[in-house]
């Protein structure tokens, strides 16, 4: 069983920047895959980011790339996503993931289905 502990967050003015961070437990953090989803109110679940096991590969979509940034730290346990020059539109709560079956995940990270464990989410508000 995986259990992933979010932090961050939070109210933010148009412009600026945040960051959520999430650490795995119960398997050995290394040979996860990574990643983070959005939903805003009233929409599905949007794909934002994710990384390799590695840390060497990384994927965005198209409406954060430039602005956010995903990183992992192993020795710390954590990955995090560093968020700058946020808009109104970013507003949504924010929700770890986790792939840790096998690298399916890798070819469509904006999948849903092939990611195995999610987090609690953290909300992320940013004023106009």
């Known amino acids: 069983q995986v259990q992933l502990v979010q932090s961050g967050g939070g109210l933010v003015q148009a412009g600026g920047s945040l960051r959520v961070s999430c650490t795995p437990s119960?398997?050995?953090?290394?040979?996860?895959?990574m990643g983070w989803f959005r939903q805003a109110p009233g929409t599905g679940r949007e794909f934002v980011a994710a990384?390799?096991?590695?840390?060497?590969?990384?994927y965005y979509a198209d409406s954060v790339k430039g602005r956010f940034t995903i990183s992992r730290d192993d020795d710390k346990n954590t990955v995090s996503l560093r968020m700058n020059s946020l808009k109104p539109e970013d507003t949504a709560v924010y929700f770890c993931?986790?792939?840790?079956?096998?690298?399916?995940?890798?070819?469509?990270?904006?999948?849903?289905?092939?990611?195995?464990?999610w987090g609690q989410g953290t909300q992320v508000t940013v004023a106009s």
């Open positions: 993931a986790a792939a840790v079956y096998g690298p399916a995940w890798s070819s469509t990270p904006n999948q849903e289905r092939l990611w195995d464990y």
């Open positions: 119960g398997r050995t953090f290394g040979s996860y895959g």
């Open positions: 990384v390799s096991w590695s840390g060497d590969t990384t």
